[in-house]
């Protein structure tokens, strides 16, 4: 393939995903194809990212070299899935999170391109041996997982299926990071992958905080936002524990390895998420925020706003 080749990536969905990724890849300057099987939704998708592009130029927050009108003018619109897979290298997936959809989107895909074309799925939950079943060859096919909003939230799980070819991983991890996101791999697929299972762990704990009466929802909030969140903004969990014994993290273990193991074995079951305990933490957290559409759009403004400045200081340093 020549490099010419190496510069179109498809977009297949035009919803707040497919506009995201869309916003990513045509800041590291790639042609942009998007997709959308209802006719008319992909060209309303660019007039929502020109949109977009044009206030992130305007706060100086727009990533990549060029203007926003010249990343503008690498992106176009498809009614016709063949038209917008023409030349593609890269395939991006962004549609409905429900097996059946995804199956016969990529079985269509499939159909359509060349051997060598990696097809990538943006699922949140479904594994790669599910999601690419009914793929012929699925050696070029993986599950890369952004977060939201992943013009903020740099971090993209790369998840192989059992079949996926070692340079798939490896030429997906060198144009993840080319666009300016932050790759990392799985060495194969669990369910819920890596970040879903460490926030499920954080929400199963916070929640049963709450609902055993130790603690308020406003201040389980703050535990993360002004206690680990601060570090984790910046530095994992292992290397917390690295730094905070003299000799690093064998030191950490030993010195609370013992305490750590009494406090997970105190942890109760699974929190039921839905009964009548539920309804309690639902009301604190309507009291704290109510769930109208008013109050939940300015709270997400003012987070997408505080991931943008946070993003910009991770850059400065």
């Not at 074309?117 to 594994?127: D, E, G, N, P, R």
Request: charged fraction near 25%; charge should be negative.
């Amino acid at each position: 393939m020549s490099s010419a080749d190496m510069k179109i990536i498809t977009v297949i969905g035009s919803g707040l995903i497919g506009r995201s990724w869309s916003m990513v890849f045509v800041s590291g300057g790639y042609t942009v194809k998007i997709y959308d099987n209802q006719p008319g939704q992909a060209a309303k998708a660019i007039t929502e990212i020109r949109k977009q592009l044009e206030e992130l130029e305007g706060a100086g927050m727009l990533r990549g070299e060029v203007t926003a009108t010249q990343q503008l003018a690498l992106l176009s619109s498809y009614d016709d899935m063949a038209k917008a897979l023409e030349g593609a290298f890269f395939v991006q997936e962004c549609v409905f999170e429900q097996l059946e959809v995804k199956q016969s989107v990529f079985q269509d895909i499939e159909r359509l391109v060349g051997k060598d074309v990696i097809l990538s799925s943006s699922t949140s939950c479904l594994v790669p041996s599910s999601v690419f079943s009914k793929v012929q060859n699925r050696s070029r096919c993986l599950v890369s997982h952004p977060v939201n909003p992943p013009y903020y939230v740099k971090l993209v799980e790369l998840v192989p299926h059992p079949e996926t070819a070692a340079t798939v991983m490896d030429d997906t991890h060198a144009l993840m990071t080319k666009v300016g996101q932050a790759p990392v791999c799985l060495k194969k697929e669990i369910d819920g992958f890596a970040l879903n299972r460490v926030q499920a762990a954080i929400i199963a704990e916070s929640w049963r905080l709450v609902q055993d009466g130790i603690i308020s929802v406003k201040d389980i909030d703050l535990v993360m936002s002004e206690g680990l969140g601060m570090r984790y903004a910046f530095i994992g969990p292992m290397e917390t524990m690295h730094l905070n014994a003299p000799e690093g993290l064998e030191d950490y273990m030993k010195r609370y390895g013992e305490g750590i193991t009494r406090v997970l074995n105190s942890f109760g079951p699974v929190p039921d998420f839905s009964g009548e305990g539920a309804k309690n933490i639902f009301n604190e957290m309507r009291e704290l925020i109510p769930s109208d559409q008013q109050h939940l759009s300015a709270r997400i403004q003012r987070r997408d706003q505080l991931l943008m400045n946070l993003a910009k200081l991770k850059k400065e340093h």
